[in-house]
């Protein structure tokens, strides 16, 4: 019996765009899921092949990849999740309104409230700019937790922007977060996908660090356009900002993100500590491991939906202090379709963490 037959999954599940790696990722965790059956998978790329013949870690799934239209994919499903490239999901919009299952979608066409700023970033005009107007909600349960419980539709993150935002999301609650913030965070070569490019093949990438899209990746907007939002619901009139640098790691996965804030000579360890532990007292995937501890390292997170965050205070420098924040996750768990089946949980109305809370790999 195949998990798609199985009398115990209250849920049925598809996945659109099932050969990359954020596609991998989602088969892997809702083929584990408790309460969701995993029942279709659609691709243009290999198809009539089992899911077990391109991702090698699977073994008798009893499921293809099949090209057929999204409403048959959505056909008798409870959840549709779209792993689609960027500018791709945007030309589907008027066939997932006419859907009943609830969708999330992993690519940034919907994450934007602001088509202006979506052809800067993305480099094309919206096709459906009517998208942009509140309907999908953003998928960060960490601040809109309740939102995606009544959402249809949900924008997930991306995974530069999940990571740099948990960093910061208690500052700005607490209107510490004003002014030009300094982001620096290097990636695994997962986030470039699947297919390997000139800088992501890996005897390039295996001995090498470098920069890339310095100030102008396309994460940047989201990043300021919720973090503001988050200003705006603690109470604060501040404005936010931010200079971020990409930087490509050899590892191929996991996101290391610092943030350098200024804050006030009068904030010291003792109100950090609480500012982060207060707010993230209920969250079901983030470990607040403060200042003194250890640091945030992706080895510890690997695999898994766990994210970890730490920071360092520095002594008062001319009437200020110099706070380091510190952020590691999976790019493809947390970062992407462990993200997504978490809302997705939310939307069914099941715990938050279930089917994806398990340990990080060890070492």
Same mark, same amino acid.
């Given at each position: 019996?195949?998990?798609?037959d199985s009398p115990a999954a209250r849920f049925?599940?598809?996945?659109?765009?099932?050969?990359?790696?954020?596609? +991998?990722?989602?088969?892997? !965790?809702?083929?584990?899921?408790?309460? /969701? =059956?995993?029942?279709?998978? %659609?691709?243009?790329?290999?198809?009539?092949?089992?899911?077990?013949?391109?991702?090698?870690?699977?073994?008798?799934?009893?499921?293809?990849?099949?090209?057929?239209?999204?409403?048959?994919?959505?056909?008798?499903?409870?959840?549709?999740?779209?792993?689609?490239?960027?500018?791709?999901?945007?030309?589907?919009?008027?066939?997932?309104?006419?859907?009943?299952?609830?969708?999330?979608?992993?690519?940034?066409?919907?994450?934007?409230?602001?088509?202006?700023?979506?052809?800067?970033?993305?480099?094309?005009?919206?096709?459906h700019p009517e998208q942009l107007d509140g309907?999908?909600?953003?998928?960060?349960?960490?601040?809109?937790?309740?939102?995606?419980?009544?959402?249809?539709?949900?924008?997930?993150?991306?995974?530069?922007?999940?990571?740099?935002?948990?960093?910061?999301?208690?500052? +700005?609650?607490?209107?510490? !977060?004003?002014?030009?913030?300094?982001? /620096? =965070?290097?990636?695994?070569? %997962?986030?470039?996908?699947?297919?390997?490019?000139?800088?992501?093949?890996?005897?390039?990438?295996?001995?090498?660090?470098?920069?890339?899209?310095?100030?102008?990746?396309?994460?940047?907007?989201?990043?300021?356009?919720?973090?503001?939002?988050?200003?705006?619901?603690?109470?604060?009139?501040?404005?936010?900002?931010?200079?971020?640098?990409?930087?490509?790691?050899?590892?191929?996965?996991?996101?290391?993100?610092?943030?350098?804030?200024?804050?006030?000579?009068?904030?010291?360890?003792?109100?950090?500590?609480?500012?982060?532990?207060?707010?993230?007292?209920?969250?079901?995937?983030?470990?607040?491991?403060?200042?003194?501890?250890?640091?945030?390292?992706?080895?510890?997170?690997?695999?898994?939906?766990?994210?970890?965050?730490?920071?360092?205070?520095?002594?008062?420098?001319?009437?200020?202090?110099?706070?380091?924040?510190?952020?590691?996750?999976?790019?493809?768990?947390?970062?992407?379709?462990?993200?997504?089946?978490?809302?997705?949980?939310?939307?069914?109305?099941?715990?938050?963490?279930?089917?994806?809370?398990?340990?990080?790999?060890?070492?």
């Amino acid at each position: 019996m195949t998990k798609k037959d199985s009398p115990a999954a209250r849920f049925r599940a598809a996945v659109v765009g099932g050969t990359g790696y954020g596609g +991998a990722e989602l088969i892997r !965790l809702l083929l584990g899921h408790p309460s /969701v =059956a995993l029942c279709r998978v %659609s691709s243009i790329d290999h198809v009539g092949e089992p899911l077990e013949a391109v991702h090698l870690n699977l073994t008798n799934t009893g499921l293809i990849f099949e090209e057929i239209p999204l409403t048959e994919v959505a056909k008798d499903m409870d959840a549709v999740i779209l792993g689609l490239p960027h500018k791709v999901s945007s030309t589907l919009a008027p066939e997932i309104e006419r859907l009943q299952a609830k969708v999330i979608d992993l690519s940034g066409d919907y994450r934007l409230t602001d088509k202006d700023v979506y052809e800067e970033f993305y480099g094309q005009v919206h096709p459906h700019p009517e998208q942009l107007d509140g309907r999908w909600v953003f998928g960060l349960p960490e601040l809109y937790g309740e939102q995606i419980k009544n959402a249809n539709r949900v924008a997930s993150p991306g995974c530069f922007a999940t990571t740099i935002m948990l960093g910061l999301l208690p500052l +700005a609650n607490a209107g510490l !977060l004003s002014g030009p913030v300094q982001t /620096v =965070a290097a990636t695994g070569s %997962s986030g470039s996908g699947a297919y390997a490019s000139v800088g992501t093949h890996h005897p390039i990438r295996a001995g090498n660090l470098k920069i890339y899209k310095p100030l102008r990746h396309q994460h940047t907007p989201e990043i300021e356009q919720v973090l503001n939002d988050a200003i705006r619901k603690g109470g604060h009139d501040t404005h936010f900002t931010l200079n971020f640098v990409p930087m490509s790691a050899p590892l191929p996965r996991g996101i290391l993100a610092s943030s350098f804030v200024r804050v006030p000579a009068s904030v010291d360890e003792a109100r950090v500590n609480r500012i982060f532990n207060d707010f993230y007292q209920d969250a079901a995937v983030v470990r607040v491991l403060g200042a003194q501890g250890r640091q945030a390292e992706v080895v510890a997170i690997k695999g898994s939906i766990w994210v970890d965050l730490s920071w360092a205070l520095s002594d008062d420098q001319d009437g200020g202090r110099q706070l380091v924040v510190t952020t590691a996750l999976d790019n493809l768990v947390k970062g992407g379709a462990g993200q997504a089946v978490q809302s997705m949980n939310l939307m069914l109305g099941l715990p938050e963490g279930e089917g994806v809370d398990a340990p990080a790999l060890w070492p």
